[in-house]
């Protein structure tokens, strides 16, 4: 009785949460039972959000076109990917890939099934001691790509990125093919070496960025019943898809992005995409940037996290609030901190 009631009450300062979590970027079908509601999701909520999402992305794009060289552009708008071989001259990639080579840095590891992923945050105190990093991670195309891809101006969030594969045990969840969220948001991976079709490169599903009238009846489908999912992903609102599904979609099949070294690929992955299932033993490292932000504004800027004091330190803050939660509530904070490592070192969780 007192525990129904309390949860009640709990329900009742939640609620205007929730509502206020629809006009946002907030994706999860299960934590959000506004957003995971079969009722006003056959009623079409969901596809409601999907729909004036990608009108406001059209709209920023259109205003970002500019920036981007032609091809580029038209490459990005029929596939939601770009792939640019030989992104930087050979001798300042060389000299980049010097810098990084044997530097112990602070990292962060997360294993998820056969896979571990490493992140060394590049907030400003540590691309002070990398300039050639620090060169990249302002390079005006790859930042004018992403912008283009995501839809915003805002400020990117930017680390090195080892992924660690290992050819068996329990799958690796970013090997099932999927959507990471409802609007458009961008992923973009800088290879230091070359990543073969054998050693778990990234997938991606080309002109599955824009929406059919099939896709967005699946999505539909989908929405009704994703609070009530085993998959917890897809109950948070990454959409799990078989590939023999993609030709109902309207959609072709997947393509392996096996690249050399000193590609940079930036993707939409709202499209559907995948870290393909590595053959061997293999280890990944890229300079790794991603842009997430509410999707429903139609202004380029105006990023809170682009002011003095914040600027380059989303990721930082967003581990700290994981710590904290850690330390006070048990729950969360996947990412262990597990000292100054080399980014091509072996995994230690
Ligand atoms: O690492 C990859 O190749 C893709 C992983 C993925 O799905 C993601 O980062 O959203
Ligand atoms: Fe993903």
């Known amino acids: 009785m007192l525990m129904s009631f309390a949860r009640t009450a709990l329900s009742a300062v939640k609620f205007p949460l929730w509502v206020a979590a629809v006009a946002g970027a ?3 079908f299960r934590k959000n039972p506004i957003l995971g509601s079969p009722t006003l999701n056959r009623l ?13 992305a059209e709209y920023r794009r259109g205003r970002l076109a500019g920036l981007l060289d032609e091809a580029d552009r038209a490459a990005f708008d029929r596939d939601g990917i770009v792939v640019k071989e030989d992104f930087l001259p050979p001798a300042e990639f060389e000299a980049l890939t010097a810098e990084i080579a044997g530097r112990d840095l602070e990292a962060r590891e997360l294993r998820q099934g056969q896979a571990v992923q490493r992140m060394i945050p590049l907030g400003e105190a540590v691309l002070a001691g990398l300039p050639r990093l620090r060169a990249v991670v302002h390079h005006p195309v790859l930042r004018a790509l992403t912008a283009y891809a995501a839809s915003r101006a805002g400020e990117p969030v930017f680390y090195l990125q080892t992924v660690l ?27 230091l070496h070359d990543v073969p079709e054998t050693d778990g490169p990234f997938v991606y599903v080309p002109g599955s960025h824009r929406i059919t009238p099939e896709r967005l009846a699946w999505e539909r489908e989908q929405s009704v019943l994703a609070s009530s999912s085993r998959d917890s992903h ?22 392996k992005v096996a690249v ?6 930036v993707a939409d992955t709202f499209g ?9 033993a293999s280890t990944r490292v890229t300079l790794h940037t991603y842009i997430r932000r509410n999707p429903f504004l139609p202004w380029l800027g105006l990023d809170v996290k682009a002011l003095p004091g ?14 904290l939660k850690l330390r006070f509530t048990g729950r969360g904070a996947p990412w262990r901190p597990v000292g100054k490592v080399r980014a091509d070192s072996p995994a230690h969780v």
């Open 272 to 280: 559907f995409h995948a870290r393909a299932h590595s053959d061997r």
């Open 165 to 191: 594969s290992q050819p068996d045990g329990p799958d690796d969840p970013q090997t099932a093919l999927h959507s990471d969220t409802f609007h458009a948001t961008t992923k973009g991976w800088l290879f």
């Open 44 to 56: 079409g909520l969901h596809v409601a959000r999907i729909r004036l999402a990608a009108k406001a």
């Open 260 to 265: 050399r070294a000193n590609t940079l690929v």
């Open 26 to 28: 907030e994706k999860s």
């Open 234 to 255: 897809h109950a948070a609102g990454s959409f799990r898809i078989a590939a023999a599904d993609l030709p109902r979609l309207g959609y072709g099949a997947p393509v």
């Open 310 to 323: 914040l600027k380059g330190r989303e990721l930082a803050l967003y581990l700290w609030i994981q710590d």
